[in-house]
């Protein structure tokens, strides 16, 4: 089967650096993705990892080890704004997305 | 540009009611389409998923079905619904994008059964 872990949930202030994990375990591993969710609204794509290492996209960046079926979404300069679940996912081929059961991230000030 | 839709917003009905939430897609042909589920603070269940006009895949047994009468419309139906249907249903499609597929989200419908 497939299955994502994530903590649940995490706590920041703002202006700090936070890094949500992601541990999967899955068949035909395609690459990990990222998607963040405000509360009430969809969630909207964040970031791909297809191949290992580090992707940045201005104050967000994903890693990804396949070795260790384990990556991460780090966010930088936090601001109240980035308050919002975030969910890593595996894109399985030709069909599927399998969903991490999110966290939840709360920024203070 | 490719767009999603997806209605009503928000839907109170009561238990034993019927339902049907449609889901339309612009901007691509043959998507792949996804029903999900999440329900309060948790994360997002796949319900059905589609590759093609009638073809539908189910993820787990519920009291809901899926239909795809049109290459870019995806609707989600139950003929009556049970308390525990209540959560917030996401339609999606796969969006390819340089490689790798991106789940493309619709607003979301949020629905009550009272």
């Known amino acids: 089967g497939q299955s994502l872990e994530q903590p649940s949930e995490v706590t920041a202030v703002e202006g700090a650096i936070v890094q949500i994990n992601c541990t999967y375990q899955?068949?035909?591993?395609?690459?990990l993705s990222w998607y963040q969710q405000h509360d009430g609204g969809a969630p909207t794509f964040l970031s791909y990892n297809g191949l290992d290492g580090l992707e940045e996209t201005g104050r967000f960046s994903s890693f990804l080890s396949r070795s260790d079926s384990y990556g991460y979404l780090l966010l930088q300069e936090l601001q109240m704004k980035d308050s919002a679940s975030y969910f890593c996912?595996?894109?399985?081929?030709?069909?599927?997305?399998?969903f991490g059961p999110g966290t939840r991230l709360s920024v203070l000030p | 540009s490719q767009t999603i839709h997806q209605w009503p917003a928000t839907l109170v009905q009561p238990v034993g009611s019927p339902l049907s939430l449609e889901c339309t897609v612009e901007?691509?042909?043959?998507?792949?389409l996804y029903w999900y589920r999440q329900a309060a603070g948790r994360g997002l269940q796949l319900l059905f998923y589609?590759?093609?006009?009638?073809?539908i895949s189910s993820e787990v047994p519920q009291n809901l079905s899926a239909s795809r009468p049109q290459d870019r419309q995806f609707i989600l139906s139950s003929k009556k619904l049970l308390l525990s249907d209540s959560g917030f249903y996401l339609c999606a499609w796969g969006l390819r994008l340089g490689g790798h597929t991106e789940a493309f989200f619709g607003q979301g419908t949020r629905l009550t059964v009272v």
């Open positions: 996912a595996v894109p399985l081929y030709g069909q599927n997305f399998v």
């Open positions: 901007g691509t042909s043959n998507p792949n």
């Open positions: 899955t068949s035909g591993f395609y690459g």
């Open positions: 589609s590759v093609g006009i009638g073809q």
